[in-house]
C-alpha cells in the first residue's frame, strides 16, 4: 500500500454480529419446567464485532463493519441501529444462510448467562476487498472462532501492512480443547482476553502465570479483570483501576473495553492513555443494557 501513515485511520473489525436480547431485573435465574418474569428487556445489535466498531466510530475513529448478517426479519430490525451507529457498513454481506442470528442474555445480580444460535459461516465473501481498502489500518478479529473459520485472515492483513488484534471471546470448545490456539494467533500484536480466557488458555491461575505465559506468544497482552481494571504488559507493564459507577449490564463490556484501548494505541501507542481509554469506554457500556454505546442505539 502507498498511502501515508496518516491517511490509513479506519479500523476494520471482523466477527459475527448477533440480535441480543437482554433480560433484566430477574429475580431468580430460570429452571427446568419453570417461568420467571424480567424487570427489562433491551433487543439490540450484539457481538463483539459490531460493538467494538460502534464504540470506535463514538470515539470519532473511522471504522468499518465486516460481518455477515441474514436475510430474516429479526436480522433487519438491527438496521436502523446499524445506520445510526457511524459504522462504515460498505463491507457487510447480506445472505440468507447468515441468520437468524439471535443471542439471549439473562442479567441477575451483574451475574450473565447467555444462549446463542450461530448461523453459516463466519468468512465474509467482502473479506479481501475490506483488507485491501483505502485508509484500513487496523484489523480487530472479535471472536477466536471467527479466526479459525479464516485462519488465513492474518497473514493477508500483515501483507496489506496492518497491525492486527484479537479478543478471543470465550467459547469452551475452541479455548480448552484446541491445542493450536496460539500457532493460529501468529502474528497478532495485541491479545485482549480477560482474566478467565486467560487462565484457561494458560492453565495458570494467578494473574502472574497468566501474562508470563501469554507474553510468550505476543508483543502486547492487555488482560481485562472486571471491576479490579485492566494491566498491560509489552515492552513495559502497567495497570490501571475501574471506575465506580452504578453497573446496569456487562454485556459487551470487554468490547468496549477494547475500542478505547485500540482508539488511543493507534493515536499514541502509549500504554498508560490506552488503558485509561479502555477503562473509561468499558465503564461507559455497563450502564446501560446493551454494549454499544447508548447515544447510538435505536428506540
Known amino acids: 500500500m502507498n498511502e501515508t501513515a496518516s491517511a490509513r485511520n479506519k479500523v476494520l473489525c471482523l466477527g459475527r454480529t448477533y440480535c441480543d436480547i437482554i433480560f433484566t431485573g430477574l429475580p431468580e435465574m430460570p429452571m427446568l419446567g419453570r ?10 445489535a450484539g457481538g463483539g464485532a459490531y460493538i467494538t466498531a460502534a464504540h470506535l466510530a463514538s470515539l470519532g475513529r473511522p471504522t468499518a463493519l465486516l460481518t455477515r448478517l441474514g436475510t430474516d426479519p429479526l436480522s433487519h430490525s438491527l438496521d436502523p441501529e446499524f445506520e445510526a451507529s457511524g459504522i462504515d457498513l460498505s463491507f457487510v454481506e447480506r445472505s440468507n444462510d447468515a441468520g437468524p442470528q439471535p443471542t ?7 451475574e450473565r448467562a ?39 485472515v492474518v497473514a493477508m492483513a500483515r501483507d496489506q501492512g496492518l497491525t492486527v488484534s484479537l479478543d478471543p471471546s470465550w467459547d469452551d470448545h475452541l479455548i480448552r480443547t484446541d491445542s493450536g490456539f496460539f500457532e493460529a494467533c501468529r502474528g497478532i500484536d495485541v491479545f485482549l482476553p480477560n482474566l478467565e480466557e486467560g487462565q484457561a488458555l494458560t492453565g495458570e491461575r494467578s494473574l502472574e502465570g497468566v501474562l508470563s505465559v501469554l507474553r510468550e506468544h505476543f508483543p502486547l497482552v492487555v488482560l481485562k479483570l472486571g471491576d ?10 502497567l495497570s490501571a483501576n475501574a471506575l465506580a459507577v452504578d453497573v446496569v449490564d456487562t454485556t459487551g463490556a470487554g468490547d468496549a473495553f477494547n475500542a478505547g484501548f485500540l482508539h488511543a494505541w493507534l493515536q499514541t501507542c502509549d500504554l ?7 477503562i473509561k469506554s468499558g465503564a461507559l457500556s455497563v450502564q446501560s443494557a446493551g454494549g454499544a454505546p447508548r447515544m447510538r442505539r435505536s428506540g
Open 35 to 44: 417461568e420467571r418474569f424480567a424487570d427489562g428487556v433491551t433487543i439490540t
Open 104 to 110: 439471549v442474555a439473562l442479567i441477575k445480580d451483574g
Open 114 to 152: 447467555f444462549v446463542s444460535r450461530r448461523a453459516g459461516v463466519s468468512r465474509p465473501a467482502t473479506l479481501e476487498q475490506a483488507l485491501a481498502a483505502p485508509g484500513i489500518r487496523h484489523l480487530h478479529i472479535a471472536e477466536f472462532a471467527t479466526l479459525k473459520d479464516s485462519p488465513d
Open 228 to 237: 479490579q481494571g485492566a494491566v498491560a504488559a509489552g515492552s513495559e507493564r
Open 272 to 278: 498508560r492513555e490506552s488503558l485509561e481509554s479502555g
